[in-house]
T-cell receptor, first 114, second 111 residues
Framework: NAGVMQNPRHLVRRRGQEARLRCSPM?????VYWYRQLPEEGLKFMVY????????ESGMPKERFSAEFPKEGPSILRIQQVVRGDSAAYFC????????????FGPGTRLTVT | RKEVEQDPGPFNVPEGATVAFNCTYS??????FFWYRQDCRKEPKLLMS???SGNEDGRFTAQLNRASQYISLLIRDSKLSDSATYLC????????????FGPGTRLSVLP
C-alpha cells in the first residue's frame, strides 16, 4: 500500500496525558500537512512540514502542540497535557510539489480525551 | 468574510438528477483549486483538480471563475454512491502549499 499511513487509527487519552500521532507520507512525497477536524466541523490546517523543517505552523495552537518530520521515520504530531477540547480527528496529508500540489490524505487518527 | 465558503446544503436529490455546488474564495491571489469528497468519518479523497479552462471527468465537471472568485462542481446522472460531503480546497497564500478547506456541502442521493 503506497498511500499515506497514519497510526494509531484510534487513540484514547485521559486529560493531562500526552498524545503522539504518526504519519508516513505517500512514497515519493516530501511534503506533509496536518489537519484537525472537530465533530461536525470542517478541516482546519495546522502545520506544514518538509523533512527536518517546519515550513508553516500558522494553524497550530501556541501551547501544548508540536510537530516534527525527522530525516528518518514518520512525521509526529505531539499534543501534551491533552484536554477534552482536543478530541477530534487528526488527518495527515502529503504531496509532491512536482505534481501540482494535490494533497492525498491518510485515514486519520481519532483522538478521544476522557 | 470567511476565506472559503460553500453552499450550506444539505442537498437531497433523486437518483439520476443533476446537482451543482458552488464554492467562493476571498483570496484573489489563490492559484490552486480542488474538489474533495468525504464520506462519513473517513478521510477526504481527491475528486478533481480545477483548472482555469475547466475540466471534466466522467459525470463530474469542475469550473473556475476567477473574476467572481468561485469554483463549481457539477454532477450529472447522480448515483446513490455519490452521497457524501463535498469539500472545496483553495491554496490560502502566495506560498502555494497551505490549503484552506470550505466547510463542505452534504449531498444525499435518494432512490
Amino acid at each position: 500500500n503506497a498511500g499515506v499511513m497514519q497510526n494509531p487509527r484510534h487513540l484514547v487519552r485521559r486529560r493531562g496525558q500526552e498524545a503522539r500521532l504518526r504519519c508516513s507520507p505517500m512514497k515519493g512525497h516530501s511534503h506533509v500537512y496536518w489537519y484537525r477536524q472537530l465533530p461536525e466541523e470542517g478541516l482546519k490546517f495546522m502545520v506544514y512540514l518538509q523533512k527536518e523543517n517546519i515550513i508553516d505552523e500558522s494553524g497550530m495552537p501556541k501551547e501544548r502542540f508540536s510537530a516534527e518530520f525527522p530525516k528518518e521515520g514518520p512525521s509526529i504530531l505531539r499534543i501534551q497535557q491533552v484536554v477534552r477540547g482536543d478530541s477530534a480527528a487528526y488527518f495527515c496529508a502529503s504531496s509532491n510539489r512536482d505534481r501540482g500540489r494535490e494533497q492525498y490524505f491518510g485515514p486519520g487518527t481519532r483522538l478521544t480525551v476522557t | 468574510r470567511k476565506e472559503v465558503e460553500q453552499d450550506p446544503g444539505p442537498f437531497n436529490v433523486p437518483e439520476g438528477a443533476t446537482v451543482a455546488f458552488n464554492c467562493t474564495y476571498s483570496n484573489s491571489a489563490s492559484q490552486s483549486f480542488f474538489w474533495y469528497r468525504q464520506d462519513c468519518r473517513k478521510e477526504p479523497k481527491l475528486l478533481m483538480s480545477v483548472y482555469s479552462s475547466g475540466n471534466e471527468d466522467g459525470r463530474f465537471t469542475a469550473q473556475l471563475n476567477r473574476a467572481s472568485q468561485y469554483i463549481s462542481l457539477l454532477i450529472r446522472d447522480s448515483k446513490l454512491s455519490d452521497s457524501a460531503t463535498y469539500l472545496c480546497a483553495v491554496n490560502g497564500d502566495n506560498y502555494g502549499q497551505n490549503f484552506v478547506f470550505g466547510p463542505g456541502t452534504r449531498l444525499s442521493v435518494l432512490p
